[in-house]
């Protein structure tokens, strides 16, 4: 009988067991490096890249014009564009020239308010010797129609007025060579000094308001009170009349010098509506004035109250002869 080695058996028991796995199938769990495992095992797939957007196309440097407006018919012209003017008593639009002379002072000032017979004076720094130069530089616009026309008082001064008297309460603008301002006129304040019949009557806006007895200057040759436009000029409560002023002493028998209240100007020559009580008893019946329109205190303080520099009074029926007395107020008289 074979005797094994113990070695040998050992040998033989390794090889029979080996070789029964393997008739098996079965796979020993420790396998290789690079060995690809276990072919029943799937591997998930990769995730697919991520969806992008194709980019934008670039910008174009420049947009397309807009299309051209279509062409009028032939044979037909568009309209002209209506022309702009400002609305009445705006302030004058546009450049006028320079003035040739320097402006030292106007009447009446900005923001006045003043009669219907208020003339616009303008005063320049010297005389002026080209004055067409001067009136093609003073613009004036007003809110009612109202045409009038320049004219020198002096050399040095410049006035414009309407032909008649200004429409009542109408805004008024000058543009002088650049320098602006504006005024009001105010209601037609209308003052009717009639000698036949020794009365002042006022209206406004054509509406009698008082009608007031009244003297005017005396029939001397030397004291009447002439006839024409006059209009208010300045206004003073109280104030010193002194017939020296204008040549006669206050010593001789027409010579006087005293206070007077509710003075209201009407001319350079002295001619004023005032307050007189001295003649109350001659007033609507005579004249005894030196010139001036003597009414009672009553009626010279409403008179004072309600008139305006540029309200007009008109004297008629005096033998007094026309106003002409170059002094500055007569501007409805001689021009």
Same mark, same amino acid.
Request: include cysteine.
């Given at each position: 009988?074979?005797v094994l080695?113990?070695?040998?058996r050992?040998?033989l028991?390794?090889?029979?067991c080996?070789?029964g796995?393997?008739g098996?199938g079965?796979?020993?769990?420790?396998?290789?490096?690079g060995?690809p495992?276990?072919p029943g095992?799937?591997e998930?797939? #990769?995730? =697919?890249? +991520?969806?992008?957007?194709p !980019?934008?196309p670039?910008?174009?440097?420049e947009l397309? *014009?807009p $299309?051209?407006?279509?062409a009028?018919p032939p044979?037909?012209?568009? #309209?002209? =564009?209506? +022309?702009t003017?400002p609305? !009445?008593?705006a302030p004058?639009?546009?450049d006028v020239p *320079?003035? $040739?002379v320097?402006?030292?002072k106007?009447s009446?000032n900005?923001?006045?308010?003043?009669?219907?017979?208020?003339p616009?004076?303008?005063?320049?720094?010297?005389?002026?010797?080209?004055?067409?130069a001067?009136?093609?530089?003073?613009k004036i616009?007003?809110s009612k129609?109202?045409p009038?026309?320049?004219?020198?008082y002096?050399d040095?001064?410049l006035r414009?007025?309407?032909?008649?008297f200004?429409?009542a309460?109408t805004d008024?603008n000058?543009?002088?060579g650049?320098?602006?301002w504006?005024?009001?006129?105010g209601?037609?304040f209308?003052?009717t000094v009639?000698d036949a019949t020794f009365?002042?009557?006022?209206?406004?806006?054509g509406?009698?308001?008082?009608?007031m007895p009244?003297?005017?200057g005396?029939h001397?040759k030397k004291?009447e009170?002439k006839?024409?436009?006059?209009y208010v000029?300045?206004?003073?409560?109280?104030m010193?009349?002194?017939?020296?002023?204008y040549g006669?002493?206050t010593?001789?028998p027409e010579g006087?010098?005293l206070d007077?209240?509710?003075a209201?100007?009407?001319?350079?020559?002295?001619?004023?509506?005032h307050?007189?009580p001295?003649?109350?008893?001659d007033q609507?019946?005579r004249?005894?004035?030196?010139g001036c329109i003597?009414l009672s205190?009553?009626?010279?303080?409403w008179?004072?109250?309600?008139?305006?520099?540029?309200?007009?009074?008109i004297v008629?029926?005096?033998?007094?002869g026309p106003?002409?007395?170059?002094?500055g107020?007569d501007?409805?008289?001689?021009?």
């Amino acid at each position: 009988m074979l005797v094994l080695t113990r070695w040998f058996r050992r040998a033989l028991i390794s090889g029979i067991c080996v070789a029964g796995l393997l008739g098996a199938g079965v796979i020993p769990a420790l396998a290789e490096p690079g060995d690809p495992g276990d072919p029943g095992i799937q591997e998930p797939a #990769p995730p =697919p890249p +991520p969806f992008e957007l194709p !980019p934008p196309p670039p910008l174009p440097w420049e947009l397309p *014009p807009p $299309p051209a407006p279509d062409a009028p018919p032939p044979g037909e012209v568009p #309209p002209a =564009p209506a +022309p702009t003017t400002p609305p !009445p008593g705006a302030p004058p639009t546009g450049d006028v020239p *320079p003035l $040739p002379v320097g402006l030292l002072k106007n009447s009446p000032n900005n923001g006045d308010v003043v009669g219907v017979a208020q003339p616009v004076t303008i005063v320049f720094a010297a005389p002026v010797t080209d004055k067409k130069a001067a009136e093609a530089a003073v613009k004036i616009t007003t809110s009612k129609p109202a045409p009038g026309y320049f004219y020198w008082y002096t050399d040095q001064q410049l006035r414009w007025k309407p032909t008649q008297f200004w429409p009542a309460n109408t805004d008024v603008n000058v543009n002088a060579g650049g320098t602006k301002w504006s005024f009001k006129v105010g209601d037609a304040f209308v003052s009717t000094v009639d000698d036949a019949t020794f009365t002042m009557t006022v209206t406004r806006n054509g509406v009698v308001e008082r009608t007031m007895p009244m003297s005017i200057g005396k029939h001397d040759k030397k004291h009447e009170t002439k006839n024409g436009t006059y209009y208010v000029s300045e206004k003073f409560q109280k104030m010193v009349m002194d017939s020296s002023t204008y040549g006669v002493p206050t010593t001789s028998p027409e010579g006087y010098k005293l206070d007077v209240f509710w003075a209201t100007r009407l001319s350079n020559s002295g001619i004023f509506v005032h307050a007189a009580p001295w003649s109350v008893g001659d007033q609507g019946k005579r004249d005894v004035s030196h010139g001036c329109i003597n009414l009672s205190t009553d009626n010279a303080t409403w008179y004072f109250n309600q008139s305006h520099p540029g309200d007009p009074v008109i004297v008629k029926n005096s033998p007094g002869g026309p106003y002409k007395d170059y002094d500055g107020y007569d501007d409805w008289q001689r021009f």
